[in-house]
């Protein structure tokens, strides 16, 4: 058994968002295709993934770095020890061959795009959905009660524009969550509290509204900002300043009781020992959204949970960045307090499948094999010109 | 003025090296060019420069996300303000447009290749030696003195092999060094001892060999190997474990009386931040690798200094990592404590130009415009074919 072709497509995000840092109309996702030498009713097995969402496809380290050391591995190597299943640990660790350490940045999207795909592909070989599958591999037990997601997304409207932010959140309680997400930091404090303000008037209950200021506060900012919003009973107050300033978060956290979220952009295990050992970050209480599709993929992800363990905080403090199918079998399987969502933005990998059933603020994956991202409509076309013979 | 093209080449290293942690055979570097409309003698002025030594070539990331950003910005926004000179600073921002927080990976060395050459750009411009335009435009007094360089390399031989360690340095004193560096971890702690004693023998005064790790050593490799080599007079023990884990390095610096050595893994100022923070580094005697070339380029490791002095370290502690032409210029611009040379290996990048002098330990820049990339042998055809028309 052995992977006989790495292939990838790197696809653009539809449409014109942004936030108070980046503009997503430029950004790219690295699709991409392991395809095995296992037959199934005349078509190789494939195991599909990408790279989550937010820092660019990865075609030149994917093509140049890890497909060669991948393929030119000994076949037995990159398999489980029962040789039934290809081993995502190995095939991680094989794309990382001659690569030194430090620098958790593009690279670590790159790998996770692959290792990714190998657990969809185990996944598919088992004939069973990636959280089953997951669940399974690690010894835990099945899930079936779905997984608590929030409507991310509470951007700026225009003076004069007809829809409001209230619109927004509420048609996102018809479309059956009942927790949100929005934007601050791109309007002056004075307005952003307004915003606040009126985002509560869709919530139905405390503790589910959160604010993200995606880590571009200066500490007088973030100080102001934390003391401000301590007023309202907010689910957390996210990435307030650069994510990799520990000592500027630790004081911003000791001025703010509420909880604080951070970590989707820290990318690797010993990343986050330091945002746990220097961070001022409270077990228990706050919140890491670290997300595997950036950072090395399942294996280093796990290796995040165990550092967060360790650092005193339980899975269910846990929440992933990127509000996609990959993410919601990694939750699902593991058990982790939620995923975010994304209503209709972020396309082609933004969101669920119509086959997932959102209920009462919860979803749950569907019965298809791997990640499901054969069901997702936008993604059709581009996964067809991947696995294209 | 502007900028009318960008254009790269990846460019292989040559030979077999390979340290405790990686094989360099397969390793790759960015050689960029900057094409201004600026013509002189019937040419245009290009600026030229690669991103260091070590953590691999960036054209997926230069050509897809760096190139279009430039090249798509207003001639006037990447000027100088007074509109006679390119604005380094200005590209690298440009070049980051839509870029996110954190994640200072591969990234960092794609920015640096074009940072840099921007640097080479303007000295051409001006005329003048990159060293020397970089001290002008910082209001630093022109450099004369040159500047200590130390010869890394004490490789492991076989024991049977006709060449030990003791004639390799031996050979870099002969060439005009009185400083070294050796390799440790990659053999049992007892005859790492005894290299270290057979490598004291090339030395004609203390503290002028230095011992490198690679960030491979656990918590307990490092601290036995920091208590064992503590009997000797070393000028530095280098990275004894993970460049991240600033905890563990604490841990070990407490442990370890002589000077300690880090930063060449480490790619933007707020990491930096955090080693000098976390890493219980002692200012007045420990020693600072970052390297502009892997690290944002010139711009971002002026911030890096910046905070190095706020946390009590001097310029004569900044070494930086990479052994090459453009570090020998920014070093002897900026005043720091040396400048690494590999002799002989990591070509066609490493090392000098013949028009450099070595002299008594010390290394003095040619007269060369720019960086004087043009003066060096094995990086000739290289230019050429990057600059023909």
């Known amino acids: 058994m052995r992977i006989t072709e790495i292939r990838q497509l790197s696809v653009n995000l539809r449409g014109k968002l942004r936030n108070a840092v980046v503009d997503f109309s430029q950004h790219t996702v690295s ?7 296992v037959y199934r ?3 190789p097995i494939i195991g599909i993934a990408f790279n989550s969402i937010g820092r660019f496809a990865q075609p030149g380290i994917i093509q140049d770095r890890l497909i060669p050391r991948i393929l ?3 076949t037995e190597t990159l398999l489980s020890d029962d040789h039934r299943r290809f081993s995502p640990q190995a095939i991680a660790r094989t794309a990382m061959l001659n690569e030194k350490p430090g620098g958790h940045g593009d690279r670590s999207s790159a790998v996770a795009a692959i290792e990714l795909a190998a657990w969809d ?24 009660g779905g997984t608590p997601v929030y409507a991310a997304g509470g951007y700026y409207y225009p003076a004069k524009s007809k829809t409001t932010l209230l619109d927004e959140l509420l ?6 969550y009942n927790s949100f997400k929005i934007k601050i930091g791109g309007a002056p404090l004075h307005s952003d509290l307004q915003r606040v303000e009126m985002a509560l008037r869709a919530t139905q209950h405390p503790n589910t509204l959160a604010v993200d200021a995606n880590g571009r506060f200066t500490r007088e900012q973030a100080n102001q900002y934390g003391s401000a919003l301590q007023q309202f009973p907010l689910k957390w107050y996210e990435e307030p300043c650069d994510p990799l ?12 009781t509420g909880p604080i979220a951070t970590g989707e952009n820290l990318f690797s295990a010993i990343d986050t020992h330091n945002l746990t050992q220097f961070g001022g970050l409270r077990g228990q209480q706050d919140i890491l959204q670290m997300d595997p599709g950036l950072a090395y993929g399942l294996t280093e992800y796990l290796q995040m949970l165990k550092v967060a363990e360790q650092a005193g905080f339980s899975p269910s403090q846990c929440i992933p960045h990127g509000g996609h199918l990959i993410n919601l079998h990694i939750v699902t399987a593991l058990g982790l ?34 990640f499901g991202l054969e069901q997702k409509p936008e993604l059709k076309d581009f996964i067809n010109q991947l696995t294209e013979v």
């Open 31 to 37: 699709l991409v295709a392991l395809v095995s030498d």
């Open 41 to 43: 009713r005349g078509q």
């Open 72 to 74: 030119g591995a000994k």
């Open 121 to 144: 592909l185990n996944a598919k070989l088992a004939g069973e959905p990636a959280y089953a599958h997951i669940a399974r591999t690690l010894n835990k037990p099945l899930p079936t």
């Open 171 to 176: 048609n996102y309680r018809d479309l059956g």
């Open 245 to 256: 300033d520990y000592a500027l978060l630790a004081e911003i956290t000791r001025g703010y």
């Open 337 to 370: 307090g939620g995923c975010e969502a994304y209503p209709g933005v972020f396309q082609p990998f933004g969101g669920y499948a119509p086959q997932c059933r959102l209920e009462d603020g919860r979803i749950f994956p569907s019965d298809a094999v791997g």
